[in-house]
């Protein structure tokens, strides 16, 4: 039996085979309104055909992906620092060139047109899923309520719960992606591994989802121009502005030229880690600031709040949680 790498190798899908002569056979003897005998080709499907077997997908998954292992691709390095640090030249799939100048859409030029589809390079990648970095900047109110016990063991639980989702999602993505039947979103894979109805809810549990990132994105941004104004901005205004802001932002359309956004946005957000940990180690604490955000919720405020003489209390860090007065 044919292991799929070969089949990538040798340009064909055998089991289209058959198709392609009946189509030369038959073209005089039947409408071009006439359905072909045969199987029905992938071109031909609907993007969610409830005919489509799981096995269908699986096949055309490892003929992708045995053609893409088959590919040699000018300047792609495999490297720790092309990994961790992405060139943006790098392109992304390469589409093959096509002799053929039939007006019917043969089923090579059909999968040439879907891989011309993918346009994203690792560095985009890369960046884009590198900019949604919400955890670190809750790490201190983690912290300050947990105790550095609790702080580590849950941030190094969540660490090992994120890596294995992501594995199963790499996983899933790889078994069931092609040229011929692409995935589109999440919904796509909950659609071929359970039916209709986890497409359904995958898409809403993901609307959520999008909408909550959005409303903690407005919110934290809000909070910071309101302080930035020293409050004499009203905080709604604040989280209008960058509601707008977003909205403009949110009219690109194609993510082939987004990747130095999202590649700034990382370095900005690196930037202030590294300053705000910097100016942490050797200042003393904004009592202030923190009376204002997370610090009036820990201990009832005690441990920002100054005493007759306007004295603050020293700092105290504790190895469980805080409890709440």
């Known amino acids: ?75 792609y390095e495999t490297n ?80 090992g719960l994120a890596g294995y989702s992501g594995y199963l999602l790499w996983d899933i993505f790889l078994g069931l992606d092609s040229y011929q039947f692409p995935v589109l979103s999440f919904g796509d894979l909950g659609y071929r591994l359970y039916g209709p109805y986890m497409r359904y809810l995958f898409n809403f549990l993901q609307g959520i989802q999008l909408l909550l990132n959005v409303g903690i994105i407005v919110i934290s941004n809000g909070e910071a121009l309101s302080q930035a104004t020293k409050f004499k901005l009203c905080f709604i205004v604040c989280c209008l502005i960058w509601a707008i802001v977003g909205f403009f932002m949110g009219q690109i359309r194609t993510l082939q030229k987004f990747g130095w956004l999202a590649n700034v946005a990382v370095w900005i957000n690196l930037i202030c880690m590294f300053i705000t940990m910097g100016a942490a180690a050797h200042t003393a604490p904004n ?24 004295v603050f209390p020293p700092v105290q860090t504790r190895g469980g949680y805080t409890r709440h007065r």
């Not at 204002?292 to 005493?307: F, M």
């Open 1 to 75: 039996m044919a292991q799929p790498a070969s089949l990538a190798l040798e340009g064909g899908d055998p089991r289209m085979q058959h198709e392609k002569i009946d189509e030369k056979v038959d073209a005089d003897t039947t409408s071009p309104a006439s359905p072909a005998r045969g199987g029905i080709p992938p071109r031909a499907r609907g993007l969610h055909d409830p005919d489509i077997t799981f096995e269908e997908y699986y096949y055309y998954a490892q003929l992708t992906r045995a053609e893409e292992d088959s590919q040699t691709v000018t300047g």
């Open 80 to 159: 720790l620092l092309s990994l961790v640090f992405p060139s943006k030249s790098q392109g992304g799939v390469v589409k093959e060139k096509s002799a053929s100048s039939d007006a019917v859409i043969s089923d090579e030029e059909w999968t040439n047109a879907s891989r011309a589809l993918r346009t994203a390079t690792r560095g985009a990648a890369f960046y884009l899923i590198t900019t949604d970095i919400l955890g670190p900047f809750g790490l201190p109110y983690a912290f300050a309520t947990m105790g550095w016990g609790p702080g580590v063991a849950l941030y190094t639980v969540f660490a």
């Open 287 to 310: 009592f202030t600031g923190a009376g204002a955000s997370a610090g009036a919720t820990i201990a009832g405020g005690a441990l920002v709040t100054p005493n007759a003489q306007g």
